[in-house]
């Protein structure tokens, strides 16, 4: 079946550092999705990327969808505390609004 | 902002017992579902259901499992026959559906089998 891999599964920066968490789909996507989970928390929708080759920022987050669209990464600029949590992408498992294939996650770890 | 709505927040049960989580989908909401995520683990697909029927399960959902739309907003998750594996999070979520967009979450009900 269809895998979504996400690295790196943990990533401990300082705050004010950049952070980039990278997905890799064994399989074409339609779209791909971004969550956030603060820790002890549920998934927050962030973003949605549907086009080959799509950029697309929120502020300090910019997110890019692979021309193959079989990868897509999410890159923080300069980390506040308030980023702490588990970045998730995400793919769906088949077409209009099935269920979704989670990767594993990075979990952000900042250290003041 | 339209939120999920999910009870109890912790369930602890004893294994083979049978249990009901329940979950109020955001009102204009067409497909609902339910996620699992085991401590520390990620997040697994259970279940859609569209139109009063699942639409699609994944392998985890099996034959102990069951949903049901009782009224017009109730969702709810039956695990019948407990097994200490069952012990995780789930996570009720609903989308429009008209055009793919983002999945709203739920806070979730941990779940605990002693």
């Not at chain 2, 699992?36 to 259901?49: D, N």
């Not at chain 2, 139109?51 to 019948?80: A, H, M, Y």
């Amino acid at each position: 079946g269809q895998q979504v891999m996400q690295i790196p599964q943990y990533q401990h920066v300082q705050e004010g550092e950049d952070f980039t968490t990278y997905c890799n789909s064994s399989t074409t996507l339609s779209n791909i999705q971004w969550y956030k989970q603060r820790p002890g928390g549920h998934p927050v929708f962030l973003i949605q990327l549907v086009k080959s080759g799509e950029v697309k920022k929120q502020k300090r987050l910019t997110f890019q969808f692979g021309e193959a669209k079989k990868n897509s990464s999410l890159h923080i600029t300069a980390t506040q505390t308030t980023d702490v949590g588990t970045y998730f992408c995400a793919g769906p498992l088949g077409g209009g609004a099935d269920g979704l294939t989670f990767g594993k996650g990075t979990h952000l770890i900042i250290q003041p | 902002e339209p939120e999920v709505t999910q009870t109890p927040s912790h369930q602890v049960t004893q294994m083979g017992q049978e249990v009901i989580l329940r979950c109020v989908p955001i009102s204009n909401h067409l497909y609902f579902y339910w996620y699992r995520q085991i401590l520390g683990q990620k997040v697994e697909f259970l279940v859609s259901f569209y139109n009063n029927e699942i639409s699609e399960k994944s392998e985890i959902f099996d034959d102990q499992f069951s949903v049901e739309r009782p009224d017009g907003s109730n969702f709810t998750l039956k695990i019948r026959s407990t097994k200490l594996e069952d012990s995780a999070m789930y996570f009720c979520a609903s989308n429009p559906g008209q055009v793919p967009t983002g999945y709203t979450f739920g806070s979730g009900t941990r779940l605990t089998v002693v």
